[in-house]
């Protein structure tokens, strides 16, 4: 793994040890994670909103109302998206060693507005099929008011570190013998049982990425 | 559930039908995720970082080591801290009506530095048996320099606005009766087989929050 930061402001200065700079790696978490966090300023002001996300190629995708506050802020000052996944509990035997396993990216840039069309359609269709392979066919199909409305932003992943911690307890020498369990938990998301609607009952459930 | 914003920038503007004001709904999705991420500027840019919290009271806790560039950041201007927990899957008949059911905090304020040790030790206390009931008793007994080491911040709930959806599809009249299926697919967090440390055999698993 290449160890060397894209820019100043992406270089991981806490736990060096952990960072990644590599594209696979960043677009392995994006592609794990479905919510990012996306922070920018509106008059100087800090605001950070989660949203949905997904991936093609090179860029990370958002989208929301075209009216929203936000996407019209995005597109007018930097941003810095922030992905995090909590992958397991660590416990040590003392309380400075506890820790977590993590996978984390924070991406920084400028966010461009998608507007052709045919690349929003494109898009929108890969975001459906990557929760729900195939499902994007089987439904009612979108309008070109619908389209319309929506608004679609990328962003480059090119400036962007990746955090990860996956391993076991790091305890003091002086502490392995202390009489308490030491160990990771490891933490996963699951699909319950689908809620189907009273009017969709009959239908097939669709697989999604959980499974 | 009142209706109020605390202040302007709190006020959520897209799908105002799903905010939540009061204290007890904040509290309450704080308690429920572990990762919050942290937005402040350092010289006019912004920057974003997943963090671990907890919650005393009316104030969300994280800490650091103290010479953290973030942890001296945040005591010196504005931040925005996002928690976002997905719940669930929506899947509706039209790619439009598609979402999530969700519970997110956005938090506005400062924060401020804890430096009593009595009210870190505490705190670090609370933390620990918070995430294992029991077990800061159970563990070597932490130095006066690693209390000293961590930084310790905190910021108040009251400048925070909640957001929740928590329903079924909503899809357009004239779609209901198109052939797919429709509904919820629920998303949960849960805990794996505890990984022991080999030197740790013998010794009980404590239990966490995830069961």
Redesign the interface.
């Known amino acids: 793994m290449p160890q060397s930061a894209p820019s100043p ?1 992406t270089r991981v ?2 736990l060096p040890e952990r960072a990644h700079y590599d594209a696979a790696t960043v677009a392995a978490i994006v592609d794990a994670a ?2 990012c ?1 996306v ?3 509106i008059d ?7 949203t ?1 996300h997904w991936r093609e190629g090179n860029h990370l995708y958002i989208h ?2 075209k009216a ?2 936000m996407l019209k802020a995005l597109t007018e000052s ?7 996944l ?1 992958d397991g ?1 660590v ?6 060693h ?1 820790s ?1 396993n ?1 996978r ?1 990216v ?1 991406i920084y840039g400028r966010f461009e507005l998608v507007t052709d069309p045919a690349h929003k359609l494109a898009s ?1 269709r890969a975001f ?1 099929d990557g ?2 392979p195939g ?2 066919d ?3 199909p ?1 309008t070109d008011k ?1 389209l319309n409305a ?1 608004g679609l932003l990328r962003i480059a992943l090119s400036e962007a570190a990746a955090k990860v911690r996956d391993w ?2 790091k305890d003091d020498a002086e ?23 009273a ?2 009952v009959g ?4 697989p ?1 990425r ?1 499974g």
């Not at 002001?45 to 989660?50: G, K, L, N, S």
């Not at 239908?203 to 669709?206: A, F």
């Open positions: 402001r200065r806490r479905m919510i966090t922070a920018f300023q100087g002001m800090v605001h950070a909103i989660p949905i929301g109302a929203s506050r930097e941003a810095c998206v922030t992905i995090a909590a509990l416990l040590a035997r003392s309380a400075m506890h977590m993590y984390s924070v929108l459906i929760l729900y499902r994007w089987t439904l009612r979108i619908e929506t076991g307890v502490d392995l013998d202390w009489p308490v369990w030491a160990g990771v938990i490891p933490l996963r998301t699951v699909a319950g049982e689908p809620l189907t609607e009017d969709s239908q097939t459930v669709p999604t959980f």
